[in-house]
Structures are given as structure tokens and as C-alpha cells.
């Protein structure tokens, strides 16, 4: 290790190990503590007190973490660009709204990965401040509904290229329709188990030419689909490279081959196997 470095990724840290390393660390712009139980808000406020420059920080599963400690993270590190806190538990509206604040236009990915505490204020405070967002993770946040997501759509409808809202089961096709109409770089949406889903999120896809650029779309487990919602993406979404709709009872193989579904060329479509199961190709969006 360099005696002065950007970037540090450590693993079975401990808050007092960390904080040595903050304080010699001034000039540290990413932070990599991904799965660290031991470390807890002590360490965000030694870092929001040393390495202002700080600009990533990657602390999933972090179960130690609070909202005060997201809180002083911001009044330090006032430019930050990437934050991780997914399955951070401790972890709800008031780190996120004050992240969101402070960081405003400089954040361009958040994730927020099972933080069953983060909301609509998350969101709406999301919307209000961060308008260069590019990727939003809030899979398993479950008291997330359609009014902040419509907010959201409208406010980085110039910037947001990834969603996962998988799980999140207050979403309906007001959320869908609203991010696919108003979002127009958006390439890869998980709304995976958001059992609300129908067709109608899909309906008049061919009349909105800026869905061009999507590329993933994740909807397995949505059990009102039919072919009716599949056909009308893949009418439209031409650069689609993969489809999921595993454990959709009603868009299955043969219910497609019967409809005459054409998907685009090289476009994966998976119709099986098990929802634990992930994709690299398609993780990378996320």
C-alpha cells in the first residue's frame, strides 16, 4: 500500500485498524469495507473528519452503520459520487435524505440493497436534490409506492440508466409507466416480484421512441403478465438483450411460440430456473 492512497478496499477491518488507516489517508477517494461487521458509525465520523476528498464509499452488509453515521459521512464528505449501504439495517430516511442533501448533484449511484427503513421520504428527497442520479438500487425496501417513484422519473429523466425495484410491492404500473415514458437513457429496470405488474405498465410502448435504449428488463414473478405486456416490449425495445420472466405463469415458452413472439436478435429470454439464481451479464447493470 501506497503511503497516501485514492483507493483502499479491506476486508475484517475493525473500526480501530480503519481509523488509523482515515487519519493517514487524507487524500483517500474510495472507500471499500463490503461486509465488515465489526465496523460501526465511529469510523464514518473519523472519515468525515479526515478524508474530505472522499468520493466512494462500498459498505454492504456493514450491519454496524446508522443513520448517524451515514449523517456525519455527509457533513465531511460533501462530494460523494457512489454509495454503497446495501443490507445496512440500521439504516433509513434520515442517512438517506441527509446523503441526498448534501451530496445533491454529485451523486450518480445509490444503493440501498434489503434497507427495509429507506421510504418515499428517501425517495422524494432523491428526486428533490439528485437529478444526476444514474443508478438506484432499492430492491426489499417494501414501503417504497408510486407518487415518489413518479417523482423520481420525472426528476432524472436525463440521467438514470439503472433501477432495481425488485420486491418492492407497493409499485404498480403507474411507477413502470411513468420511468419508461419520462426516462430516456434508462437501460436496465428489475421489477422483479412486484406483484402488481400487469400488461397495462406496457401498453403504448410503441408510440414512445426514447425506449430505444433499454436493454434489461427483469420481470420475473410478476404473475399478471401475460404475452399481451411481453409483446408489446419487445415491440419496442429493439436493443433488448435480456428478458426475464421466470416464474410468470402465464409468459411461458410455449404460451410465446403460440403467440408468435419475435424477440429481438440475441436477446436472452429466460422463462426457467431459480430466482436466486443470477446472471453476470445482467449483474453488471446493477
Not at 477491518?13 to 460501526?40: E, F, S, Y
Not at 456525519?72 to 440500521?90: E, P, T, V
Not at 419520462?182 to 428489475?190: F, R, V
Not at 412486484?194 to 434489461?216: H, K, Y
Amino acid at each position: 500500500m501506497s503511503a497516501n492512497p485514492r483507493c483502499l478496499s479491506l476486508q475484517k477491518a475493525t473500526d480501530k485498524g480503519l481509523k488509523v488507516v482515515a487519519l493517514g489517508c487524507r487524500n483517500l477517494r474510495q472507500l471499500h469495507i463490503i461486509g465488515c461487521k465489526l465496523i460501526t458509525d465511529n469510523l464514518l465520523h473519523a472519515v468525515s473528519k479526515s478524508c474530505l476528498n472522499l468520493e466512494e464509499l462500498g459498505a454492504a452488509g456493514c450491519n454496524g452503520i446508522t443513520d448517524a453515521g451515514i449523517s456525519a459521512l455527509a457533513d465531511g464528505c460533501r462530494n460523494m459520487k457512489s454509495l454503497d449501504i446495501s443490507k445496512c439495517s440500521k439504516v433509513g430516511d434520515p442517512g438517506v435524505c441527509k446523503i441526498a442533501e448534501v451530496s445533491s448533484s454529485s451523486l450518480v449511484s445509490l444503493k440501498l440493497l434489503n434497507c427495509s427503513r429507506a421510504s418515499n421520504e428517501s425517495i422524494y428527497a432523491l428526486a428533490e436534490f439528485c437529478c444526476n442520479l444514474e443508478t438506484l438500487i432499492i430492491g426489499g425496501c417494501r414501503d417504497i409506492s408510486d407518487g415518489s417513484i413518479e417523482a423520481l422519473a420525472l426528476a432524472c429523466r436525463s440521467s438514470l440508466r439503472s433501477l432495481r425495484m425488485d420486491w418492492c410491492l407497493k409499485i404498480t404500473d403507474a411507477s413502470l409507466r411513468s420511468l419508461l415514458c419520462n426516462c430516456k437513457l434508462l437501460a436496465a429496470i428489475d421489477v422483479g416480484c412486484c406483484d402488481q405488474i400487469t400488461d397495462a405498465a406496457f401498453e403504448g410502448m410503441e408510440a414512445n421512441v426514447l425506449r430505444s435504449e433499454l436493454r434489461v428488463l427483469k420481470i420475473n414473478n410478476c404473475v399478471s403478465l401475460t404475452v399481451v405486456g411481453v409483446s408489446s416490449v419487445i415491440e419496442s425495445c429493439k436493443a433488448l438483450e435480456y428478458l426475464d420472466v421466470r416464474s410468470c405463469p402465464q409468459v411461458t415458452r410455449q404460451s410465446c411460440e403460440q403467440a408468435g413472439l419475435q424477440f429481438p436478435g440475441g436477446c436472452k429470454v429466460n422463462f426457467e430456473g431459480s430466482l436466486s439464481e443470477s446472471d453476470p451479464s445482467v449483474d453488471r447493470f446493477f
